[in-house]
């Protein structure tokens, strides 16, 4: 069960992950309106960490927008639940069902929006369309590809209507997730930076609390693009030992930083539970 969206005596409201170890570690949860980004390598629960705080947010009543580039809108639904996280009692919606018109949604009757490669792919195309339709004088403005960040900003445009924001602008607290941006600028990694401002200026709501996730190339201890760094409010570090030395799958996490937050320095042992999700344990020194 997902903790309530609580308020410090700093008059700071915060935004529970549903993780009771690290919500405690944040005083509460990540500060309402800022970005939060968890890097790490593949395997180490970035993915789970993402549905944590999906399924939080959910049960807070905050409607919540679920990027994803690595999975389907059905199979995100399927993983979440082996975890107990029940996204389908939460009415929730693949944006390529509501670009197509197999699901019929009226604003406001959601409050989930799933964003997959399919949904982002049929946005690239109603783009092109666009573009074609007003002229040659408009085709520079063409998204270059499916996973670019214009197609990126134009699909979660569409979730803010189908979650009924008036004007894109939210009246209530809302909850933004994209696993993972890496895959916006696989092709251009050093335009990451760029990529990252641009992003947060057009995303930015006051309301809206976001968690991005970035992949991280364990030989060489590096993100895939610098940018996200630059732009997030707290950073959420996850990482295994390595399998070869110790024989066995160790998961870690730590709070790199989190603005407004006296939060907890040490790292944490995760382990990942059928029916439960991530679970947390404080390392102690030896």
């Known amino acids: 069960m997902a903790q309530s969206t609580t308020q410090t005596t700093q008059n700071i409201v915060r935004e529970p992950f549903g993780i009771e170890a690290l919500d405690t570690a944040l005083e509460g949860g990540a500060p309402r309106g800022t970005w939060?980004?968890?890097?790490?390598?593949?395997?180490?629960?970035?993915?789970?960490?993402?549905?944590?705080?999906?399924?939080?947010?959910?049960?807070?009543?905050?409607?919540?927008?679920?990027?994803?580039?690595?999975?389907?809108?059905?199979?995100?639904?399927?993983?979440?639940?082996?975890?107990?996280?029940?996204?389908?009692?939460?009415?929730?919606?693949?944006?390529?069902?509501?670009?197509?018109?197999?699901?019929?949604?009226?604003?406001?009757e959601v409050n989930l929006v799933v964003i997959d490669l399919f949904g982002l792919y049929r946005q690239y195309r109603e783009m092109l369309k666009a573009s074609e339709e007003e002229g040659e004088g408009e085709r520079g403005r063409r998204p270059s590809r499916a996973l670019s960040i214009e197609v990126l900003e134009a699909s979660v445009a569409k979730a803010y209507e189908l979650l009924g924001f008036e004007e894109g602008r939210p009246s209530e607290p809302s909850r933004l997730i994209i696993d993972s941006m890496t895959a916006f600028w696989?092709?251009?990694?050093?335009?990451?930076?760029?990529?990252?401002?641009?992003?947060?200026?057009?995303?930015?709501?006051?309301?809206?609390?976001?968690?991005?996730?970035?992949?991280?190339?364990?030989?060489?201890?590096?993100?895939?693009?610098?940018?996200?760094?630059?732009?997030?409010?707290?950073?959420?570090?996850?990482?295994?030992?390595?399998?070869?030395?110790?024989?066995?799958?160790?998961?870690?996490?730590?709070?790199?930083?989190?603005?407004?937050?006296?939060?907890?320095?040490?790292?944490?042992?995760?382990e990942i539970q059928p029916g439960k999700g991530i679970e947390l344990e404080e390392y102690e020194n030896e």
């Open 36 to 108: 939060v980004l968890a890097t790490g390598e593949p395997g180490v629960g970035k993915s789970i960490l993402a549905m944590h705080f999906a399924w939080a947010g959910l049960q807070n009543g905050e409607p919540v927008i679920y990027v994803t580039t690595e999975s389907s809108f059905k199979d995100i639904v399927r993983q979440a639940d082996q975890f107990n996280m029940r996204f389908m009692d939460y009415r929730p919606v693949s944006l390529v069902d509501a670009l197509t018109g197999r699901v019929k949604v009226k604003p406001g």
């Open 186 to 270: 696989a092709d251009k990694p050093a335009m990451a930076r760029a990529f990252s401002y641009r992003l947060r200026q057009a995303l930015y709501r006051q309301n809206i609390t976001a968690l991005l996730t970035s992949q991280y190339a364990p030989t060489t201890e590096m993100s895939f693009g610098f940018g996200l760094e630059h732009i997030a409010d707290g950073i959420i570090h996850m990482w295994m030992d390595n399998v070869t030395e110790v024989k066995e799958v160790r998961r870690w996490l730590i709070i790199k930083k989190m603005r407004m937050t006296n939060h907890s320095k040490k790292a944490y042992k995760v």
